[in-house]
């Protein structure tokens, strides 16, 4: 049971470029978010699911994608890269309930030069 | 729309002595509430949450919550805290709709041997 597993560790990429972080879980998990972490900022929510096919915009989501096409998978695709989207990204999942924790991955560093 | 306040950026305690880290809430109806700890380079680990009609909340690690309704409180407390405790605390809360969960800044918490 690996839990949320997030790829890549780090990565750098140059203005204007895209990727995509991957996200899986393992744990049969319908809810399923982004967030970033950014210091004196806390954690801010990019994009969530509730199950596969619904997809949801949270408090910053401009310049970011998403899509759930399986319940495992939730990939989060920088469109066009900027500066400003330096940070560490987390996945997190978790399962229907209002008192449900949410289970986090390790996190994806990333620098835009 | 919820939101949550943690008012101390950093909080000092020396080796065994207690420790409480502070967590204010916002929302509409009945509030769903949740303490997570957060390690160097990795992601957020749960603690506790808050289970309606518990006013002290036990969790992980010795780890227990008071919640105070009218002060619209929920702060995370230890009796003696551990240098291994020093760590960035987040409290988040979501509301009883299908809202994802909102988290404070954070609060980094230092125990000094």
């Known amino acids: ?21 991957q996200c ?3 744990m ?9 972490q950014d210091p004196g900022m806390g954690l801010r929510l990019i994009h969530y699911s509730v199950g596969a096919g619904i997809t949801d915009q949270g408090e910053v989501p401009n310049g970011y994608n998403v899509s759930r096409s399986t ?32 289970h986090f991955g ?6 835009v030069t | 729309a ?14 065994g002595n207690p420790l409480t880290v502070k967590c204010t809430y916002s929302v509409s109806g009945n509030p769903y509430l949740f303490w997570y700890v957060q390690y160097p380079n990795r992601g957020l680990q749960f ?10 909340v036990k969790g992980s690690y010795g780890f227990e919550a008071e919640f105070n309704k009218s002060q619209t409180s929920f702060h995370l407390k230890k009796p003696s805290a551990l240098v291994s405790d020093s760590a960035l605390y987040f409290c988040a809360v979501r509301d009883a709709g299908n809202t994802p969960l909102v988290f404070g800044k ?4 230092s125990v000094i041997a």
């Not at chain 1, 949320?4 to 203005?15: N, Y």
């Not at chain 1, 390790?106 to 620098?111: P, S």
């Open chain 1, 24 to 26: 899986a879980q393992d």
């Open chain 1, 71 to 102: 319940t495992e998978d939730f990939p989060l695709r920088l469109l066009s890269a900027a500066p400003s989207q330096t940070s560490v990204y987390f996945c997190a999942s978790g399962s229907r309930g209002y008192n449900s924790p949410l």
């Open chain 2, 106 to 109: 954070g609060t980094r918490l």
């Open chain 1, 106 to 111: 390790n996190g994806t560093r990333l620098t």
């Open chain 1, 28 to 36: 049969n998990h319908e809810y399923m978010s982004w967030y970033r």
């Open chain 2, 2 to 15: 919820q939101s949550v306040a943690q008012p101390e950026d950093q909080v000092n305690v020396a080796e």
């Open chain 2, 47 to 56: 603690l506790l949450k808050y289970i309606t009609g518990d006013n002290l």
């Open chain 1, 1 to 21: 049971n690996a839990g949320v597993t997030q790829t890549p560790k780090f990565q750098v990429l140059k203005t204007g470029q895209s990727m995509t972080l």
